[in-house]
């Protein structure tokens, strides 16, 4: 697609029930990212894939979190028995590559975010 | 993961004036991006700059990789300048500062 997409826009759940978050990236990029970003604070980072190596899962704050990308394309971001503390915008963005250089740009699109609400 | 610091937090302006804000990282990076994110929440691509200078239109940024900083300039600010700037920079995943939130006054 002409940039990176993202589903749903909004979703409110009640507390202990499992949502999933949707990306589809740039057509063509290899490396995608999802970031948390809490009201009023910074990006935090959950996960990296980049290509068909293992995803970097360091950011994800706890085993409830877990991302999957198909097909090395759309990714899904799944929270199993959501936490108020869960309530965040959750963003994806993709790049051409995940190690740039030279020849090949490094550069991060983002998708306009999913809202998430834990009642 | 990087450590990325920017300052200030917070900085008020009047309409036409300059400033400049800074991003430090605590490692050597590949990648290294400015972004503008406005009250709507999207975040706006400014630069892509891993090293040295770009420029464009009022916007001007500067990477000196072996110092480990970024500075990203504004000149004859506007009001629709007012938001939150971020930097990120990138050796392995990409970390986030906690950005700086830029009011410019009429």
């Known amino acids: 697609g002409a940039g990176v997409s993202q589903s749903p826009s909004n979703k409110v759940t009640e507390k202990g029930k499992d949502v999933e978050l949707r990306c589809d990236p740039i057509?063509?990029?290899?490396?995608l990212y999802w970031y948390r970003q809490s009201l009023g604070q910074g990006l935090e980072f959950l996960i990296y894939?980049?290509?068909?190596?293992?995803?970097?899962k360091s950011g994800l704050p706890s085993d409830r979190f877990s991302a999957e990308r198909t097909g090395g394309s759309v990714s899904t971001l799944t929270i199993q028995r959501t936490q108020q503390e869960d309530s965040a915008v959750y963003l994806c963005?993709?790049?051409?590559?995940?190690?740039?250089?030279?020849?090949?740009?490094?550069?991060?699109?983002f998708g306009e975010g999913s809202r998430l609400t834990v009642l | 993961g990087i450590q990325v610091e920017q300052s200030p937090p917070d900085l008020i302006l009047q309409e036409g004036a300059n400033s400049t804000l800074r991003c430090n990282f605590s490692?050597?990076?590949?990648?290294l991006q400015w972004f503008h994110q406005n009250p709507w929440g999207q975040l706006i691509n400014l630069f892509y700059?891993?090293?040295g200078t770009k420029q464009n239109g009022r916007l001007s940024a500067t990477t000196v990789a072996t110092e480990r900083y970024s500075l990203l300039y504004i000149s004859s600010s506007q009001t629709t300048d007012s938001g939150v700037y971020f930097c990120?920079?990138?050796?392995?995943?990409?970390?986030f500062g906690a950005g700086t939130r830029l009011t410019v006054k009429p």
């Open positions: 894939f980049q290509g068909n190596s293992a995803p970097d």
């Open positions: 700059i891993p090293s």
């Open positions: 963005a993709s790049s051409l590559v995940a190690s740039p250089s030279a020849a090949l740009s490094g550069e991060l699109f």
């Open positions: 990120a920079a990138q050796l392995n995943d990409m970390r």
């Open positions: 057509s063509g990029h290899t490396a």
């Open positions: 490692d050597s990076v590949n990648n």
